[in-house]
């Protein structure tokens, strides 16, 4: 891994002048990357549950500084869903509670660590995916809960977490704003996150290559409407075919203005 790093970033400087973001999601319990030489964290939930005082701020601090000495300088985490249910199969042990107040808390700690250890961090998946009954991997959810309901709990702990440094978008449809997944919705990525709320942080897509946007949208086409909608960077995870082909319809479209 370190040699790995060592030459992306000398490659990386060569032609940019600048080094590169590398990414995994670290965000402990079920969703962990490293392995080897790193200490393996406790679930989100597990550190908001504990009686350690700020757990979450020591696994984040914990986990940064076992990145950073791989090399990988952004966390895609953490994760700000409010899960009343465990069951959710998006968030689960992922989140850090039942309440606005619990998942903002422990968060805002969690990022501090991170940050503190000079990692940049990434909370997900706005705008809340809390009240979702369906897998974004595997299909499209749909959420239909009003614009208060939604701004005074699904999204509450985004409006306050503003110095996170990059924020993921949920590929869910929330049709109190808008007919198409969050993903790719200039209402909810420029009207709301940006104008509304004020976030200057990056903003990453959750993986294009996932069934809710890939079944319906197409990768290409959607890639296309992420940026437009406001997404700053795009994740495609897994095939080189695919990246290939969404690189290719975003030059495309560019070309033809």
């Given at each position: 891994?370190?040699?790995?790093?060592n030459?992306?970033?000398?490659?990386?400087?060569?032609i940019?002048?600048s080094?590169?973001?590398?990414?995994i999601?670290?965000?402990?319990?079920?969703?962990?990357r490293?392995?080897?030489?790193?200490?393996?964290?406790?679930s989100p939930?597990t550190?908001?549950a504990t009686?350690?005082?700020?757990?979450?701020?020591?696994?984040?601090?914990?986990?940064g500084?076992?990145?950073?000495?791989?090399g990988?300088?952004?966390?895609?985490?953490?994760?700000l869903?409010?899960?009343?249910?465990?069951?959710?199969p998006l968030v689960?042990v992922?989140?850090y509670g039942?309440?606005k107040?619990?998942v903002?808390?422990?968060?805002?700690?969690?990022?501090?660590?991170?940050q503190?250890?000079?990692?940049?961090?990434?909370?997900?998946?706005?705008p809340?995916?809390?009240?979702?009954?369906?897998d974004?991997?595997?299909?499209?959810?749909i959420?239909n809960d009003t614009?208060?309901?939604?701004?005074?709990y699904?999204?509450?702990p985004?409006?306050?977490?503003?110095?996170?440094?990059?924020?993921?978008?949920s590929?869910c449809i929330?049709?109190?704003f808008?007919i198409?997944?969050?993903?790719?919705?200039?209402?909810?990525?420029?009207?709301?996150?940006?104008n509304?709320?004020?976030?200057?942080?990056?903003i990453?897509?959750?993986?294009?290559?996932?069934?809710?946007?890939?079944?319906?949208?197409?990768i290409?086409?959607?890639?296309v409407?992420?940026?437009?909608a406001g997404?700053?960077?795009l994740?495609?995870?897994?095939?080189?075919?695919?990246q290939k082909?969404?690189?290719?319809?975003?030059k495309?479209?560019v070309?033809?203005?």
């Amino acid at each position: 891994m370190k040699k790995l790093m060592n030459d992306l970033y000398e490659y990386t400087q060569n032609i940019t002048g600048s080094f590169p973001l590398v990414s995994i999601d670290q965000e402990g319990g079920m969703v962990v990357r490293l392995f080897k030489d790193v200490t393996f964290p406790a679930s989100p939930l597990t550190t908001s549950a504990t009686t350690i005082p700020n757990a979450p701020y020591i696994t984040g601090k914990i986990i940064g500084k076992d990145m950073l000495k791989l090399g990988i300088n952004l966390n895609l985490a953490p994760c700000l869903e409010v899960n009343e249910n465990l069951a959710n199969p998006l968030v689960n042990v992922r989140g850090y509670g039942a309440t606005k107040e619990t998942v903002l808390k422990n968060a805002t700690q969690f990022v501090n660590g991170l940050q503190e250890s000079k990692v940049l961090s990434c909370i997900k998946h706005f705008p809340g995916a809390g009240s979702s009954t369906k897998d974004s991997h595997l299909e499209l959810p749909i959420i239909n809960d009003t614009k208060e309901q939604l701004l005074n709990y699904n999204m509450y702990p985004f409006s306050k977490l503003l110095h996170s440094d990059a924020l993921m978008t949920s590929h869910c449809i929330y049709n109190a704003f808008d007919i198409i997944p969050s993903t790719l919705s200039k209402v909810l990525l420029t009207d709301v996150l940006r104008n509304q709320f004020g976030f200057e942080g990056l903003i990453i897509s959750d993986g294009m290559e996932m069934k809710a946007i890939s079944d319906h949208y197409g990768i290409g086409n959607g890639c296309v409407m992420a940026l437009n909608a406001g997404c700053d960077i795009l994740l495609l995870c897994h095939e080189y075919s695919e990246q290939k082909a969404a690189f290719d319809f975003v030059k495309s479209a560019v070309n033809d203005g």
